[in-house]
């Protein structure tokens, strides 16, 4: 098992910045994929950036150039830096920890509300 366990959300204007963290504790490997994804209401959870443990990263279009995804391996935290915020960003954001040794496993954290006003 793994546990996640995510902080930083909250409200901020159009522009403001957040930073996401995600804390893993538990049964972790050493290769891994960790994410964040978000689920605004009325929509399907979808990815908004990914890193490997090798710090491989892969966001999605409408956060490129805005948002960074970061890590620290050594505390199995994972950040989401998040820029020029707009009210389209507003939205539960869900960590998750992947891997593939001999089999798959994937596990989420709770959330964080991100709520950004116009």
């Known amino acids: 098992q793994v546990q996640l366990v995510e902080s930083g959300g909250g409200l901020v204007q159009a522009g403001g910045s957040l930073r996401l963290s995600c804390v893993a504790s538990?049964?972790?490997?050493?290769?891994?994929?960790m994410g964040w994804y978000r689920q605004a209401p009325g929509k399907q959870r979808e990815l908004v950036a990914a890193?490997?443990?090798?710090?491989?990263?892969n966001y999605a279009d409408a956060v490129k150039g805005r948002f960074t995804i970061s890590r620290a391996n050594a505390r199995n935290t994972v950040y989401l830096q998040m820029n020029s915020l707009k009210p389209e960003d507003t939205a539960v954001y869900y960590c998750?920890?992947?891997?593939?040794?001999?089999?798959?496993?994937?596990?989420w954290g709770q959330g964080t509300q991100v709520t950004v006003s116009s």
């Open positions: 998750k920890y992947e891997s593939w040794s001999g089999s798959y496993r994937g596990y």
């Open positions: 890193i490997t443990s090798g710090g491989n990263t």
């Open positions: 538990g049964s972790i490997f050493s290769s891994n994929t």
